[in-house]
T-cell receptor, first 108, second 113 residues
Framework: GQQVMQIPQYQHVQEGEDFTTYCNSSTTLSNIQWYKQRPGGHPVFLIQ?????EVKKQKRLTFQFGEAKKNSSLHITATQTTDVGTYFC????????FGEGTQLTVNP | NAGVTQTPKFQVLKTGQSMTLQCAQDMNHNSMYWYRQDPGMGLRLIYY???????DKGEVPNGYNVSRLNKREFSLRLESAAPSQTSVYFC????????????FGPGTRLTVL
């Protein structure tokens, strides 16, 4: 699998603020998957992006795949305490390479 | 459906001891995976099995062995545990079709003293 770099490593926000995590690669990615892991839990699949420039939304979450397919972002609008956790991007087919994750904490 | 199950949930070993982590899935998935997760290092693939009867090394296979017992079960064995193997171990599965989401088990928290 290819290497994907994820930033930032940590993000602290006040409830109601927006949050964005970025996933970058030096080479073209075949696809991007995003996972969320709650504290003490296991990763749970959120979404997959395949097409150049693709944008998908899930309620307050917006996922983007770059035009060059070398980067992706996850944006959360108006964070809530239920958004707390670590967000991972992952690239690959049946065998995935995961980024190091962005740990989000939300102060109520 | 239980999804992906793992046993045990917690384990403490002494250096040099051996143990097997068990994983089973009831989703009729073809592919199964073992990952380890260490603080700040994301998920690293140890071994995977693309289909029943096949296994392949991942990114960090040293010190581990695996067995794909049947389509449902994929076990991970530590023959001689070392403190560096202290980690959280996750099993996952997917259908094996390209671009398919992975389903994770609840994890095994292993401490090697």
């Amino acid at each position: 699998g290819q290497q994907v770099m994820q930033i930032p490593q940590y993000q602290h926000v006040q409830e109601g603020e927006d949050f964005t995590t970025y996933c970058n690669s030096s080479t073209t990615l075949s696809n991007i998957q995003w996972y969320k892991q709650r504290p003490g839990g296991h990763p749970v699949f959120l979404i997959q992006l395949v097409k150049s420039g693709e944008v998908k939304k899930q309620k307050r979450l917006t996922f983007q795949f770059g035009e060059a397919k070398k980067n992706s972002s996850l944006h959360i609008t108006a964070t809530q305490t239920t958004d707390v956790g670590t967000y991972f991007c992952a690239e690959g087919g049946s065998r995935l390479t995961f980024g190091e994750g962005t740990q989000l904490t939300v102060n109520p | 459906n239980a999804g992906v199950t793992q046993t045990p949930k917690f384990q403490v070993l002494k250096t040099g001891q051996s143990m097997t982590l068990q994983c089973a899935q009831d989703m009729n998935h073809n592919s199964m995976y073992w990952y380890r997760q260490d603080p700040g290092m994301g998920l690293r693939l140890i071994y995977y099995s693309a289909s029943e009867g096949t296994t392949d090394k991942g990114e960090v296979p040293n010190g581990y062995n695996v067995s794909r017992l049947n389509k449902r079960e994929f076990s991970l064995r530590l023959e001689s545990a070392a403190p560096s193997q202290t980690s959280v171990y996750f099993c996952a599965s997917n259908r094996g079709v390209t671009y398919n989401e992975q389903f994770f088990g609840p994890g095994t928290r292993l401490t090697v003293l």
